[in-house]
C-alpha cells in the first residue's frame, strides 16, 4: 500500500496562525506519520506550544522507527511533548500555554489514531462511509464551549490521547484537521468533499474556499490517500 498526500494551513481572520502541522513520509519504510496541533485560543504563546508539541512528537518518531506502532509508543511520545510544553513555558517566565494535538501512523496497512482535545481524525471508506471519528474532549462551562484534555503547561495529567488502530485499505481516505475547519462547513459536506473523485489538492481547494468565506479561526489538514 501506498500513500499520498496534501496539505493545506492559514491564518484566517485571525491575526496570526497558531496551528502547526508535520508531516513525515517515511515510505522506504512503509510508514507515514501526520500530526495536526492547534495551539490554544486566549492562552500565551499557543502558537510556541503547537509547534513544540508537532516537533517533539514527529522527533520522537523519527528516533524510534524501529518500534512497532502501538499504545506505549504513543503514550510515551506524547510524555516526551508534555515535558517540553512545561520547559517552553518555563524559559518564557512560566508562560501559559496550550495546544491540541491528533496523529495518524501508518505502519504497513494499519493507522494508529490519537488524539487530545477538539482537533479531529476522520477515516472514510469508498462504498462505507465514514468509518471513525474522533470524539472531542470538549464540555460546557455556562454555555462556553471549553475544551477538557489538551496539553498545557505544567498539566501533564490533562495530556493523555485516546487511541485506535484501524487496518487500512486501498482507496480509504483520512482526514486530519483543526476545529477551524470542520467549524466553518456542515459535516455532510466536510464527508461529501473528502470522498471526491478528485486529487487531494482539488479537495483542499474546496475546504480552502469554505473556510476564508465562512470561518473565522485558524485552518489546517493533512488529506490522505491509501493506494
Avoid at 13 to 31: G, L, Q, T
Avoid at 44 to 72: L, Q, R, Y
Avoid at 179 to 200: C, E, F, H, T, V
Wanted: hydrophobic content about 35%; charged content about 25%.
Amino acid at each position: 500500500m501506498e500513500i499520498r498526500y496534501a496539505t493545506i494551513s492559514k491564518t484566517g481572520r485571525r491575526h496570526n496562525n497558531e496551528d502547526a502541522y508535520k508531516v513525515i513520509d517515511m515510505s522506504p519504510n512503509n510508514r507515514f506519520l501526520g500530526i495536526v496541533c492547534d495551539g490554544m485560543g486566549g492562552h500565551s504563546f499557543g502558537e510556541t506550544a503547537s509547534e513544540t508539541v508537532c516537533n517533539t512528537i514527529s522527533d520522537f518518531w523519527k528516533k524510534h522507527i524501529s518500534t512497532p506502532d502501538c499504545d506505549s509508543k504513543v503514550k510515551l511520545a506524547c510524555k516526551k511533548a508534555s515535558c517540553a510544553i512545561d520547559q517552553k513555558a518555563f524559559e518564557l517566565h512560566h508562560a501559559e500555554m496550550g495546544t491540541t494535538m491528533v496523529m495518524v501512523s501508518i505502519e504497513n496497512e494499519v493507522a494508529t489514531i490519537a488524539h487530545i482535545g477538539d482537533s479531529r481524525c476522520y477515516v472514510q471508506r469508498p462504498g462505507d462511509g465514514l468509518l471513525y471519528q474522533t470524539k472531542d474532549h470538549i464540555r460546557f462551562d455556562f454555555g462556553w464551549e471549553i475544551v477538557a484534555k489538551c496539553f498545557f503547561s505544567y498539566r501533564p495529567e490533562v495530556a493523555v490521547p485516546d487511541i485506535r488502530q484501524i487496518k487500512l485499505q486501498t482507496g480509504d481516505r483520512i482526514l486530519l484537521c483543526s476545529d477551524g475547519l470542520y467549524k466553518s462547513m456542515a459535516p455532510n459536506i466536510l464527508q461529501a468533499r473528502m470522498m471526491d473523485d478528485k486529487p487531494l489538492v482539488e479537495i483542499l481547494d474546496v475546504y480552502d474556499y469554505l473556510c476564508e468565506k465562512q470561518g473565522d479561526d485558524n485552518y489546517t489538514a493533512i488529506l490522505i490517500e491509501c493506494f
